[in-house]
């Protein structure tokens, strides 16, 4: 649904103008619109894995021991743990409506 939310409306909107004022521009600005999520993405897989802020349910996902006081979890389950910081639900609609 975030995805629909997020690409279509501005996809009609940029080729519905650029169909009635520049019929040519459609190809053009389709893949300016695909470029804006693509460094989008780029940019929110670099951030987190640089800020690695944790998740509100971190202590059930690293599977947390009291008594070790250390996550018991896989190292690939404790990574996904840290990785809440920035959201890409917020990112993709920065994408999707900042390209307007």
Not at 17 to 22: E, I, K, M
Not at 23 to 51: C, E, P
Not at 61 to 90: I, N, V
Request: charged share 15%; with cysteine; net charge positive.
């Amino acid at each position: 649904l975030l995805i629909a939310l997020s690409a279509v409306p501005p996809f009609c909107c940029v080729t519905g103008f650029s169909f009635f004022f520049d019929k040519a521009a459609v190809g053009i600005n389709s893949l300016s619109m695909l470029q804006s999520y693509s460094f989008g993405l780029l940019f929110m897989t670099v951030l987190k894995k640089v800020t690695g802020k944790p998740r509100p349910c971190f202590y059930a996902m690293c599977q947390w021991d009291w008594d070790l006081l250390r996550c018991t979890a896989e190292d690939k389950d404790t990574w996904k743990a840290y990785q809440a910081f920035p959201s890409g639900h917020a990112l993709l609609s920065f994408a999707g409506l900042g390209f307007l």
